[in-house]
Structure formats: C-alpha cells, structure tokens
T-cell receptor
Framework: DVKVTQSSRYLVKRTGEKVFLECVQD?????MFWYRQDPGLGLRLIYF???????EKGDIPEGYSVSREKKERFSLILESASTNQTSMYLCASSLGGTNTGELFFGEGSRLTVL | KQEVTQIPAALSVPEGENLVLNCSFTDSAIYNLQWFRQDPGKGLTSLLL?????REQTSGRLNASLDKSSGRSTLYIAASQPGDSATYLCAVEGNAGNMLTFGGGTRLMVKP
C-alpha cells in the first residue's frame, strides 16, 4: 500500500514564524501535491511537483514556497506565517505522467497560527 | 473554469439503506473522475477512479458511474453501514493535466 506520511499532525505557531511542513511518500511516485482545506472553500491546490527540483504553482501559491530535493520528500514552507494560513494542510502523491491519476493522501497537518 | 458541485451537502439515512451521492461538473472535457472518503480530521482515501472512457467502476458495495455528456457522476452505496459515515468528495481532472477540481463534499451519516 502507498503510504504518505506528514511529519506533524498538529502545529501551533506564532505570526511571523517560519513554518516547515514535511511530507514523505514511499512508493516512488513522481507527482506530489500540497493542498489546503478550509470549511466552505473545500480543497485548494497550493503547489505541486512532477519531478525532483521541479515545482508548479497551483491555485493559491501566495505566501507559500516548496522544496523537493529528493523524490520521496516534498516540503511546504510558510516564510512568515499569518493568521489566515490557519488551516488543514494535506499532502498527496500520484504515480506520474502527464496526468495526475489516482491520488494518495497523507493524514493531514492542522496548523494554527496565533 | 471547471466547477464541481455535490448535492446534498449532508445526508442522514438509517442503516441498511441503499443510497446515491451526486457529483456534477460544468466542463465535460475531463480525463478522469475520482471519489474519495474523508473521516473527520483525517486525510482523503481514494475509493474509485473512473477514466473518461469508462462508464462505471465497482469496488465491493460501492459503484460509481460517469456520464460525461451530462456532466454527472453518482456514487452508489449498497446496504449502508454506520462505518460508512464520512464525508465523500468527488474530484475531476481536466485534459490539461495535473490539476484536480474538488467538489465541496457530501457529509453522510448512517444511523444504527
């Protein structure tokens, strides 16, 4: 079975702090994604990566950056956290190719910014 | 821009009922459609994926159908159980690739 692991389930940070959210997948997937999920707004794509060191902006990249130095790991970075970034963050991966295909999600990281 | 709608937003049924969840999308030029399940506070679990060339997919008590021309998909759950209680989301991938559009989900409660 594919396993997508998000390192932190719950985080509480202060405004202005730098925040790292880590995601690791163990199935040699090419594609990795970061979403945020908010009540009433659903899931929105922040960034995705289809290869090591490659990244593409999603629908809401502002205030975020990503890093993919190794195939299995995809990190989401909040350079200066703000209260409007309080949310559930979901990492996902898929096999690869031009299209996304079947998506496998991690358990999520609930971030609260005070 | 693709829009995906799931109605109703919430549904409560007694155990044992067969039920249908609906998903509609505005742009029929899709590559595939996926159904997911999400338990409270958790990530999403893929249930079924239907390619654009397929009409339906089945897994156990679940059956998903796809009608591209009318922009609709349904998820049929047979003999519902309390363990089926969760939020069910559909997501559509367009032909441009690598971007899924999610519906808002249907929150299902199956009462014993």
């Amino acid at each position: 079975d594919v396993k997508v692991t998000q390192s932190s389930r719950y985080l509480v940070k202060r405004t202005g702090e730098k925040v790292f959210l880590e995601c690791v997948q163990d199935m040699d997937h090419e594609n990795m994604f970061w979403y945020r999920q908010d009540p009433g707004l659903g899931l929105r794509l922040i960034y995705f990566s289809y290869d090591v060191k490659m990244k593409e902006k999603g629908d809401i990249p502002e205030g975020y950056s990503v890093s993919r130095e190794k195939k299995e790991r995809f990190s989401l970075i909040l350079e200066s956290a703000s209260t409007n970034q309080t949310s559930m963050y979901l990492c996902a991966s898929s096999l690869g190719g031009t299209n996304t295909g079947e998506l496998f999600f991690g358990e999520g990281s609930r971030l609260t910014v005070l | 821009k693709q829009e995906v709608t799931q109605i109703p937003a919430a549904l409560s049924v007694p155990e044992g009922e067969n039920l249908v969840l609906n998903c509609s999308f505005t742009d029929s030029a899709i590559y595939n459609l996926q159904w997911f399940r999400q338990d409270p506070g958790k990530g999403l679990t893929s249930l079924l994926l239907i390619q654009s060339s397929q009409r339906e997919q089945t897994s156990g008590r679940l059956n998903a159908s796809l009608d591209k021309s009318s922009g609709r998909s349904t998820l049929y759950i047979a003999a519902s159980q309390p363990g089926d209680s969760a939020t069910y989301l559909c997501a559509v991938e367009g032909n441009a690739g690598n971007m899924l559009t999610f519906g808002g989900g249907t929150r299902l409660m199956v009462k014993p």
